[in-house]
């Protein structure tokens, strides 16, 4: 569904990512896991068009996005939850969610998807018009998420949803994640320094050290592999 | 003061606050979605006046049809400037404010060309005579920018906060990048909020040509207290340069009033420090996280 292959990305002279190539396959999660400036994060900023590759390429069922516009690859179905949630912290909770739907025409479809989002989010619903700038960090984690799943997306990048939270928050996120891929089958590329939660959701990962991918495997496989265990699992 | 000077004053006060508010709102918008301030807001104000002079004073058009035409003149004015020099220099903030700031040069020069540049141009006032309130004596045509003031603002914030684009304008100021994430275009919410910066410019200035001096440089004055006013406000805030708008109007006409123009521009620029200090932020701005 996604493919990367031989990406660069720079920032000035500075290559953050250093020729990286993955696949992403329908109906999987993918994790990309790694310590801070590993280039995670410049990644998919690349994947979404925010920071054009140097060299490289991505397609994206089959067609090239790399050097389109952020706008337009939203429209082709790839949403993406920012690091950091990124609400529209003057914007109430409805709004953040509409904000998400808006190349989306069909009334309809769009509050049937709302619906839906909501029996995930319950606590959306309830704040529905509170201003997202006033939530705690892990409702604002779900109002980022919901704003992305508004879109209607056949592929869904989430940059580290659990930074910052408490590990109940975490729990709660993880589980929201792992219901979205379980009965709607959503493709979910999850960036995670938190390897423990993202090895458990995945099924696939890549380990990212100084821009490049230093191994990748099954994830259950990871999970058991001394040398993840010692450096990303602290065990 | 007596009390027919003083509901006087009240009255002028709330004419001054309603137009800087439509001036400064404009403003404030193209800011927030921009970053960039436009230096040449001064004279989409004085397009405006001039549109009215040319359609009323000069072709005979009623003035409500005068008033009208300013909104699409010098909203196309803006987006014109968004694609022509916003869009442009929008990596480097120096050079966009070298380029509004010239553009300010050359509207003036221009309307300077085809109209004169001396003589002030008379637009003859189309509602003559006057409110009498209380003693007070309030000319109708000043009267009249208080509800074309409500009513701009009003449709305003409605398609802000109603209308879908309204709101991926909102959110567009907010955060840009994210807003790009969702597949709001940049390109067209910049013009979109350029536009009706320009358009907002253009009906104050429209609506104050019969009783205010129809020139070239009648921008100046104006761009000065519309940076006042939205400094005061919060830069981005558009209910905050609602707010900063009528205290200044406030502001401005009582120490006019009470002594003289000059003092009352001092004044202004007084009360917008004295808010600095205790709210650098501004009245209604929010502080960056």
């Known amino acids: 569904m996604l493919k990367l292959d031989d990406v660069v990305v720079h920032y000035g002279t500075v290559a953050a990512v250093k020729g990286i190539s993955f696949e992403v396959d329908e109906n999987e999660i993918v994790t990309l896991i790694g310590s801070n400036g590993a280039g995670k994060t410049t990644t998919l900023a690349a994947i979404t068009g925010l920071h054009q590759p140097s060299t490289g390429t991505i397609s994206f069922e089959g067609d090239r996005i790399d050097h389109l516009a952020p706008e337009k690859i939203n429209a082709l179905g790839i949403a993406m939850v920012p690091e950091g949630r990124r609400v529209f912290p003057q914007m109430t909770v409805l709004e953040n969610m509409e904000m998400g739907a808006y190349l989306r025409t069909n009334a309809a479809r769009i509050r049937h998807d709302m619906e839906e989002i909501y029996h995930h989010f319950p606590i959306l619903k309830e704040r529905r018009s509170q201003l997202a700038g006033t939530m705690s960090g892990g409702q604002q984690q779900m109002v980022a998420m919901a704003r992305a799943l508004m879109s209607g997306p056949k592929l869904l990048l989430l940059d580290e949803p659990s930074l910052g939270l408490s590990p109940i928050m975490t729990q709660e996120i993880a589980k929201i994640i792992r219901d979205l891929h379980r009965e709607h089958g959503r493709t979910i590329v999850l960036v995670e320094q938190n390897a423990r939660m993202a090895l458990q959701l995945a099924d696939h990962a890549f380990v990212m050290e100084t821009g490049k991918i230093a191994f990748g495997g099954k994830a259950d496989d990871l999970r058991h592999d001394a040398k993840i265990q010692e450096t990303y699992l602290g065990v | ?289």
């Open chain 2, 1 to 289: 003061m007596e009390i027919g000077l003083l509901i006087q004053t009240i009255a002028n006060s709330i004419a001054a606050g309603s137009i800087y508010a439509v001036i400064a709102v404009g403003l404030a918008m193209a800011f927030g979605v921009m970053k960039m301030a436009n230096f040449a807001h001064g004279e989409f104000f004085m397009c405006g006046a001039y549109v009215v002079y040319v359609f009323y004073a000069l072709l005979g058009w009623p003035f409500p049809a005068a008033v009208l035409m300013s909104i699409p003149i010098v909203g196309a004015m803006g987006v014109v400037t968004e694609r022509l020099i916003f869009r442009p220099t929008r990596s480097n903030v120096l050079a966009g404010f070298m380029a509004t700031a010239g553009l300010a040069f050359v509207l003036q020069v221009l309307v300077g060309q085809m109209w004169g540049v001396g003589l002030m141009r008379s637009v003859p006032t189309p509602y003559m005579g006057a409110a009498d309130i209380a003693g007070a004596k309030i000319g109708w045509q000043r009267v009249l920018v208080i509800p074309a003031a409500i009513v701009m603002l009003s449709a305003l914030w409605f398609f802000l906060y109603r209308v879908k684009h309204g709101k991926a304008l909102r959110a567009c100021a907010q955060d840009p990048d994210t807003a790009r994430l969702q597949g709001i275009g940049i390109n067209r919410m910049t013009m979109l909020a350029m536009g009706i910066s320009g358009a907002s410019a253009g009906l104050a200035g429209a609506l104050l040509a019969p009783i205010h001096p129809v020139t070239p440089y009648m921008g100046h004055g104006v761009i000065l207290t519309a940076f006042i006013v939205v400094v005061m406000g919060g830069m981005e805030s558009i209910a905050g340069a609602v707010l900063a708008a009528i205290l200044l109007g406030f502001v401005h006409t009582f120490v006019t009033t009470l002594s003289d123009a000059v003092t009352a521009q001092m004044v202004g620029v007084a009360c917008m420090a004295a808010v600095l200090v205790v709210r650098p932020q501004g009245l209604l701005g929010r502080v960056k996280a």
